[in-house]
C-alpha cells in the first residue's frame, strides 16, 4: 500500500476532530465587523507541544510569550489567537499585553500560565484594546466545544484579508489504533516563504514527544509552508504551532518505528493542504500556481528555484494576464543563485514545452493563452543535471492585490 492510501480525509474534520481538543470563538470587538475576532483551541489534557516562528527581526510579542511557553515544558494546553491586531512593534506595552492574554487563558481555562501560547494577526504598530480583549478572553470557555461548530468558530476568528476558511482533517491507523492529524490556517497577504504563513495550528492525537514532533514540523514547514509565496513579504506574526494530546493510545512514535512513515506523510500532507489554501486564496488572486522544478544538483538548489519562480512579480503578471512569457520564468531561474546548466533547461507550461534544451521551440500560442486562463496553471522546470525536486505555491498577481493593500487599515 502507498504511503498515500494509508490515510483518509476526514468529511467536515477540524482542529477539535482529534481526540482531546475543543475549539471556539466569539467577536470581543477588534475588528469593526461583527465577525469572530478572539478564538481558542483547548486540550483536555496537556499537549506535547511544538512551533516554528517568524524570521522577521521584528518578532511580534505574542511570538516571544509563546515561545517561553514551548520551552518551559515542552507542553501546551490552550492556543490563543487574535484578529484584527497584530501586536507587533508595540513595545514594552505590547509585551505586557501579550502576557495579560496568556494569564487571563490561564485562570479562564484553569491552567498553568505556562500552558498558554498567544498569537495575534492584523494591523501592525497598535496597541490592543485590552478592554474588550480581556472580558472576551474570560467568555471564551463558554463558548468552546469539541463539535465542528468549534472548528469553525476558530476558523472564522483567525481570518483577517481572507475569503475562506482554511481546514483539514486526515485519518490513518498507528500501531493498530485510529489516529487523526487536523490543522487551520489563516493567511492571504504578507506571505512570503522564510519561515510559514501567517498563522498554522495543527492538532494530533497521536502519541509523541515535545522533540520529534518539533522534527517533523521542521521537515514539514521546509516542504510546505516555507514553500508557498503571495507577495514577497515575510510578516512579523508568522507562526505554526502543533499540539498531540496523545490520547489515540498508539505507542509513542519516533522515527524507528514502521508507521512513523505514514504518519509523516499525514503530518505532511496537512501541512500542503494549508499552505496550497493560502496561496491559492491570496489577496486579489484568481488562480493558484505551482512550480516544479525538478532534475536540480541538490534539493536546496530545486527549492530555492522553485521559490524564485513562484515569486517573481513578473510571472505572476504572465499568468494573470494568460501570457505564456517563458522568458519570466527562464529569467527567474537563471538569478535564484543555484547551480544551472544554461544548455539544459526544458520549461513545460501544464502540458505545453514551450522551451527543451534551453532553447524555445514552436508551441499553440493560443493553446497556452487558454490553459494559462484556467484557475490552476502548473509551470515545471527541469534542469537536467541530477535527480533532486521541489514544488512552491503561489497566486497570480492581480489590479486587485492593490486595491486591497492600498486600502487595509480602512
Not at 154 to 161: D, E, M, S, V, Y
Not at 194 to 204: K, R
Not at 217 to 226: A, E, G, H, K, W
Request: glycine fraction near 10%; charge should be negative.
Amino acid at each position: 500500500m502507498s504511503q498515500q492510501a494509508q490515510f483518509v480525509v476526514v468529511e467536515n474534520g477540524s482542529v477539535t476532530t482529534p481526540k482531546g481538543f475543543r475549539a471556539g470563538g466569539l467577536h470581543c470587538g477588534l475588528k469593526k465587523t461583527k465577525r469572530n475576532d478572539l478564538g481558542v483551541i483547548v486540550c483536555d489534557v496537556p499537549a506535547e507541544a511544538a512551533g516554528v516562528y517568524t524570521l522577521n527581526a521584528f518578532q511580534a510579542a505574542p511570538l516571544k510569550v509563546t515561545q517561553e511557553s514551548v520551552a518551559a515544558e515542552g507542553k501546551l494546553q490552550v492556543m490563543l489567537v487574535n484578529s484584527g491586531n497584530a501586536n507587533a512593534c508595540t513595545g514594552k506595552q505590547g509585551e505586557e499585553d501579550a502576557r495579560t492574554m496568556r494569564a487571563g487563558a490561564a485562570t479562564a481555562f484553569g491552567v498553568p500560565e505556562h500552558y498558554v501560547g498567544v498569537t495575534s494577526t492584523g494591523v501592525i504598530g497598535e496597541l490592543l484594546k485590552m478592554d474588550r480583549v480581556n472580558p472576551g478572553i474570560a467568555e471564551l470557555p463558554s463558548v468552546t466545544s469539541g463539535d465542528d461548530e468549534g472548528g469553525e468558530a476558530f476558523c472564522q476568528a483567525i481570518l483577517t484579508t481572507d475569503l475562506v476558511k482554511k481546514m483539514v482533517c486526515v485519518r490513518l491507523t498507528v500501531n493498530g489504533k485510529t489516529v487523526h492529524v487536523a490543522g487551520a490556517a489563516k493567511g492571504s497577504g504578507m506571505i512570503h516563504p522564510n519561515m510559514a504563513t501567517m498563522l498554522g495550528f495543527i492538532t494530533t492525537d497521536a502519541a509523541i514527544s515535545s522533540a520529534n514532533l518539533q522534527k517533523l514540523l521542521n521537515r514539514s514547514t521546509d516542504m510546505t509552508f516555507n514553500m508557498i509565496t503571495v507577495d514577497g513579504d515575510t510578516s512579523t506574526n508568522d507562526m505554526v504551532v502543533a499540539m498531540a494530546s496523545g490520547l489515540a493510545g498508539n505507542a509513542p512514535l519516533d522515527a524507528d518505528q514502521s508507521d512513523w512513515d505514514a504518519f509523516s506523510y499525514a503530518f505532511c500532507y496537512v501541512g500542503e493542504y494549508l499552505a496550497k489554501a493560502i496561496a491559492r486564496d491570496g489577496e486579489g488572486a484568481t488562480k493558484l500556481i505551482e512550480v516544479t522544478v525538478a532534475g536540480a544538483a541538490s534539493e536546496d538548489a530545486a527549492r530555492a528555484i522553485a521559490k524564485t519562480v513562484i515569486g517573481s512579480s513578473l510571472v505572476k503578471s504572465a499568468c494573470f494576464g494568460a501570457d505564456a512569457n517563458w522568458g519570466r520564468i527562464i529569467a527567474a531561474v537563471g538569478r535564484a543563485g543555484q547551480p544551472v546548466n544554461t544548455e539544459t533547461v526544458d520549461i513545460r507550461l501544464g502540458d505545453i514545452p514551450v522551451l527543451e534544451q534551453s532553447r524555445p521551440i514552436p508551441f499553440d500560442d493560443a493553446k497556452a493563452t487558454e490553459y494559462l486562463q484556467g484557475e490552476l496553471v502548473l509551470i515545471h522546470v527541469d534542469l537536467n543535471m541530477g535527480s533532486a525536486a521541489a514544488t512552491a505555491w503561489g497566486c497570480d498577481l492581480t489590479y486587485d492585490y492593490v486595491r486591497i493593500n492600498a486600502a487595509y487599515r480602512t
